[in-house]
């Protein structure tokens, strides 16, 4: 018969049971509790209500053909009137400013390399002036540099001086209209044809909106820009100098060119700056075929408030905006907010629209990159990193310790 087991014995087995199953739940249960892998924190993510900017509605003169731009924004905002190509008078001398300065660059703050006048460019002076176009003097053997010559054909619109940088750059007019017929290629200005170098020919036309493609080059070009914002200047030889532009420093007018014929009309290529928001903008205008340049010039004050009401000066986050919140299951707290600050340029009625995509953590450290936001206006993308606004501890080892099934 089989000896029953005494009671110490059956208590010292029921202890080494116990005991063995507690140290294989340390052995094994701990380190799996501990080493296991933790639940991630999602990000709540807020929705996002969309804005919209309000219309634009710009006042162009009822007389011409008309179109606006601003400096890094592309293309032209609106236009008003026929779009074809006509006569464009002086304006056709902001070309040859920047088809010579191609050819002969003026490095910083410098004159550039110097013009040595002779009886050829007489004799140009004698042309223009047969023709009733605007000049000034010049005579064998002056001597002037080429920020000088280019101030003297822009500021007083002196159409022998067109005619002289040209061939002075290039040779010759023809290799001259070829060197700017490429530069017209080169830079999509597609409907400007020239066919002189100062536009007294008919044949110098272009469209409204080739003009403002035109306007911004030439502020694109510290020479133009300086030259053109002169209301007076002092040239060698020459002596004082007025500019055909009227409007010069009223309204925050700094340019372009003037342009007046029998053909084209009063014509202006103008540039003025315009505070929308907290930024400076650049706008660019032209208006061909007014019957004055008084009239011309009277619709110009609207025409660039309506501009600037127009615009809108868009704040899409600030550094530090909270754009998604994270909860750990043991107790972190973090947000993701913009790492930067983000704004843009817009025109007119425009809807702004944000998605956010905000990776899962399991921990992370302040600054740490999380996501994106992405604003969409339009065509247009902006996004924006966002990043940690504090450092998120991982599970600690009492939570993984009490949450071994997690």
């Given at each position: 018969m089989p000896t029953a087991e005494t009671p110490n014995f059956a208590v010292r087995r029921l202890f080494v049971t116990i005991l063995t199953v507690f140290i294989l739940i340390v052995a094994i249960g701990v380190p799996v509790a501990v080493l296991g892998p933790v639940p991630q924190a999602a990000a709540t993510v807020p929705a996002a209500q969309p804005t919209t900017t309000p219309a634009a509605k710009v006042v162009f003169p009822s007389f011409g053909h008309a179109a606006v731009g601003v400096v890094g924004m592309p293309g032209v905002l609106a236009t008003s009137g026929s779009q074809a190509p006509r006569p464009i008078a002086s304006i056709t001398k902001v070309v040859t400013a920047l088809v010579v300065l191609e050819k002969k660059p003026i490095e910083g703050k410098g004159d550039g390399p110097t013009l040595t006048f002779t009886e050829r460019d007489v004799a140009y002076l004698s042309d223009v002036m047969a023709q009733d176009g605007s000049s000034e003097p010049v005579q064998a053997g002056w001597k002037m540099p080429e920020r000088r010559a280019i101030e003297t054909m822009l500021i007083p619109s002196a159409n022998n001086y067109a005619e002289s940088l040209a061939v002075w750059a290039y040779g010759s007019v023809p290799t001259y209209l070829a060197a700017a017929r490429a530069f017209l290629k080169a830079h999509g200005l597609t409907h400007t044809t020239l066919v002189d170098t100062n536009g007294l020919n008919g044949g110098d036309r272009s469209t409204p909106g080739d003009l403002v493609a035109l306007g911004k080059l030439a502020l694109a070009s510290p020479v133009i820009a300086a030259a053109v914002k002169q209301s007076v200047a002092t040239e060698p030889n020459v002596g004082q100098i007025q500019n055909t532009n009227a409007l010069l420093g009223t309204l925050g007018v700094n340019g372009i060119k003037t342009g007046t014929t029998d053909q084209?009309?009063?014509?202006?290529?103008?540039?003025?700056?315009?505070?929308?928001?907290?930024?400076?903008?650049?706008?660019?205008?032209?208006?061909?075929?007014?019957?004055?340049?008084?009239?011309?010039?009277?619709?110009?004050?609207?025409?660039?408030?309506?501009?600037?009401?127009?615009?809108?000066?868009?704040?899409?986050?600030?550094?530090?905006?909270?754009?998604?919140?994270?909860?750990?299951?043991?107790?972190?707290?973090?947000?993701?907010?913009?790492?930067?600050?983000?704004?843009?340029?817009?025109?007119?009625?425009?809807?702004?629209?944000?998605?956010?995509?905000?990776?899962?953590?399991?921990?992370?450290?302040?600054?740490?990159?999380?996501?994106?936001?992405?604003?969409?206006?339009?065509?247009?993308?902006?996004?924006v990193t966002l990043v940690l606004d504090r450092s998120v501890l991982a599970a600690p080892f009492w939570w993984r310790l009490t949450h071994p099934l997690r």
């Open positions: 084209a009309g009063a014509c202006l290529l103008f540039s003025a700056q315009a505070s929308v928001g907290s930024r400076t903008v650049e706008i660019v205008g032209v208006i061909l075929g007014a019957p004055t340049h008084a009239q011309l010039d009277a619709t110009v004050p609207d025409l660039l408030t309506s501009v600037r009401k127009g615009l809108h000066d868009v704040t899409l986050a600030a550094r530090g905006q909270s754009l998604a919140i994270y909860h750990t299951k043991w107790g972190g707290v973090a947000k993701a907010v913009a790492k930067t600050d983000a704004d843009v340029l817009v025109w007119g009625r425009q809807t702004v629209l944000r998605t956010a995509s905000v990776a899962p953590i399991r921990g992370g450290r302040k600054g740490q990159a999380v996501g994106t936001a992405v604003y969409r206006i339009g065509s247009q993308s902006v996004p």
